[in-house]
């Protein structure tokens, strides 16, 4: 992440904090960081600055993250990080192009996956709570609608970029 760190500084609840600024995902952010926290992580897939971003938002204001609260972890509890936490599988690599082409595949074509699954010499039965088999297409296309609607509501995405 590019950041540019900037002279001002603010007091945001308990801290004392300095702002950065940074170009991400189609948007210009401005940052408040606490440099006191050497933690270099924020919200989100924001990091990368000399200290713990405390609170973060978009130039249009349409998106706000603001720490609310840090507590110490207890004896019973464990940190794990990113490294050391289990996955369902292996994880493939891929670049933000692919990550990209993914995103809008899925945005136009939701039941896409589900429908390869099932092509071939693939049989595939679901049943509904109570044992009765379910219509498979009747199912694909409500599953389309649901998604294709949720993505028309829903299109103020973190990343602009992601749908160009």
């Given at each position: 992440?590019?950041?540019?760190?900037?002279?001002q500084?603010?007091?945001?609840?308990?801290?004392?904090t300095?702002k950065?600024s940074?170009?991400f995902g189609?948007?210009i952010?401005t940052?408040?960081f606490v440099?006191d926290?050497p933690i270099q992580d924020?919200?989100?897939?924001f990091?990368g600055?000399?200290g713990?971003?405390v609170?973060i938002e978009?130039?249009?204001?349409?998106?706000?993250?603001v720490l609310?609260e840090?507590?110490?972890?207890?004896?019973?509890?464990e940190?794990?990080s990113?490294?050391e936490?289990k996955t369902?599988?292996?994880i493939?690599?891929?670049?933000?192009?692919?990550y990209?082409k993914?995103?809008?595949d899925f945005?136009?074509?939701?039941?896409k996956?589900?429908r390869?699954?099932?092509?071939?010499n693939?049989?595939?039965?679901m049943?509904?709570?109570?044992g009765?088999?379910l219509?498979?297409e009747?199912?694909l296309?409500?599953?389309?609608?649901?998604?294709?609607?949720?993505?028309?509501k829903n299109?103020?995405?973190?990343?602009?970029d992601?749908?160009?």
């Amino acid at each position: 992440m590019d950041w540019k760190i900037l002279p001002q500084k603010e007091k945001i609840g308990e801290f004392n904090t300095q702002k950065a600024s940074l170009n991400f995902g189609g948007r210009i952010w401005t940052a408040w960081f606490v440099s006191d926290i050497p933690i270099q992580d924020g919200p989100y897939k924001f990091h990368g600055l000399p200290g713990l971003i405390v609170k973060i938002e978009d130039k249009t204001k349409s998106h706000s993250f603001v720490l609310k609260e840090i507590k110490k972890l207890t004896s019973d509890q464990e940190w794990v990080s990113d490294s050391e936490k289990k996955t369902f599988g292996s994880i493939i690599a891929i670049d933000q192009e692919k990550y990209k082409k993914q995103v809008i595949d899925f945005r136009n074509n939701p039941t896409k996956g589900m429908r390869q699954m099932m092509s071939g010499n693939t049989k595939v039965m679901m049943m509904d709570e109570n044992g009765k088999p379910l219509d498979i297409e009747k199912m694909l296309r409500d599953r389309e609608r649901d998604a294709k609607a949720n993505n028309a509501k829903n299109n103020n995405l973190l990343e602009l970029d992601l749908l160009k």
